[in-house]
């Protein structure tokens, strides 16, 4: 697995390192955002946190214990550095890639190995084809389905939506869509480096009390299963209306 690539590694690592004041807007909006979604703090699942760069170590302490899944071989190494969670497993895991397909297996399998944890996408959703190639329908499709799998589940995700560098086109992450449907999606702006803008959407989703019903099996594997999400946590962030 290679240290350079789209989605994250060494040279993200090191503007992360080396971009404090420039993301810190950044990283207060999104530990706002955690702030308010109400999950239950026995057991965290981390999709692609890679170093843990703009997530709050006060917030992350509230766990008992945290799951990590990242593609990077060196994202458990920055992630300890900079939060030191005594209950921390990382795991160099592919989430999202299958024989060269997009594939919900690897999150069904975390799900059905941690029944009651709570999910975070940690800006990942709006990088999976950045390593990959995929049609967008499927893509799209890919999305709808991960959203029925949740069911049930404290969920929550934060996600590249647009980014432009300096001079190129503005790329569209393809993270809106019909996956949002019901949920308040709220907005914040990460000024990646001094070229490269980029505009992040947050969703967040809490479980009915009494724990997750089983989302495996309320999941149909197609779009829509006629469930109702159980409830939406969302709220205003600087400067952002819903
Ligand atoms: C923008 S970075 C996340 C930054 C992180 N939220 C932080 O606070 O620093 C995106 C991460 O997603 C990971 N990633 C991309 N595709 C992945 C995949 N298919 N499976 C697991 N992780 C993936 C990358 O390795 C990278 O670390």
């Given at each position: 697995m290679s240290l350079f690539r789209p989605s994250g590694g060494l040279v993200y690592h090191w503007r992360a390192l080396t971009s404090g004041w420039r993301w810190r807007t950044f990283r207060r909006d999104v530990a706002q955002w955690l702030e308010i979604w109400t999950c239950p703090t026995e057991e965290l699942i981390l999709i692609g946190p890679s170093g843990g760069h703009t997530l709050p170590t006060s917030w992350l302490r509230r766990f008992e214990k945290i799951e990590a899944y990242d593609l990077d071989p060196?994202?458990?190494?920055?992630?300890?550095?900079?939060?030191?969670?005594?209950?921390?497993?990382?795991?160099?895991?592919?989430?999202?890639?299958?024989?060269?397909?997009?594939?919900?297996?690897?999150?069904?399998?975390?799900?059905?190995?941690?029944?009651?944890?709570?999910?975070?996408?940690?800006?990942?959703?709006?990088?999976?084809?950045?390593?990959?190639?995929?049609?967008?329908?499927?893509?799209?499709?890919?999305?709808?389905?991960?959203?029925?799998?949740?069911?049930?589940?404290?969920?929550?995700?934060?996600?590249?939506?647009?980014?432009?560098?300096?001079?190129?086109?503005?790329?569209?992450?393809?993270?809106?869509?019909?996956?949002?449907?019901?949920?308040?999606?709220?907005?914040?702006?990460?000024?990646?480096?001094?070229?490269?803008?980029?505009?992040?959407?947050?969703?967040?989703?809490?479980?009915?009390?009494?724990?997750?019903?089983g989302a495996l099996k309320g999941f149909t594997g197609g779009a829509g299963s006629g469930e109702k999400e159980s409830d939406c946590t969302g709220v205003v962030g600087p400067g952002d209306s819903p």
């Amino acid at each position: 697995m290679s240290l350079f690539r789209p989605s994250g590694g060494l040279v993200y690592h090191w503007r992360a390192l080396t971009s404090g004041w420039r993301w810190r807007t950044f990283r207060r909006d999104v530990a706002q955002w955690l702030e308010i979604w109400t999950c239950p703090t026995e057991e965290l699942i981390l999709i692609g946190p890679s170093g843990g760069h703009t997530l709050p170590t006060s917030w992350l302490r509230r766990f008992e214990k945290i799951e990590a899944y990242d593609l990077d071989p060196l994202a458990g190494i920055f992630f300890q550095l900079r939060h030191r969670h005594p209950h921390l497993k990382f795991h160099q895991r592919d989430m999202f890639w299958r024989e060269g397909r997009l594939s919900l297996a690897p999150i069904q399998e975390i799900l059905r190995e941690h029944p009651k944890a709570s999910l975070l996408f940690c800006n990942v959703l709006g990088q999976v084809l950045l390593e990959r190639q995929a049609d967008e329908g499927d893509w799209y499709q890919f999305l709808k389905d991960l959203r029925q799998l949740l069911h049930g589940r404290s969920w929550a995700s934060y996600h590249d939506m647009y980014s432009q560098e300096k001079g190129a086109d503005e790329i569209d992450h393809l993270t809106n869509g019909s996956w949002l449907d019901g949920l308040i999606q709220l907005h914040f702006d990460w000024p990646l480096s001094r070229r490269s803008h980029h505009s992040t959407g947050a969703v967040s989703v809490v479980a009915p009390l009494g724990g997750p019903p089983g989302a495996l099996k309320g999941f149909t594997g197609g779009a829509g299963s006629g469930e109702k999400e159980s409830d939406c946590t969302g709220v205003v962030g600087p400067g952002d209306s819903p």
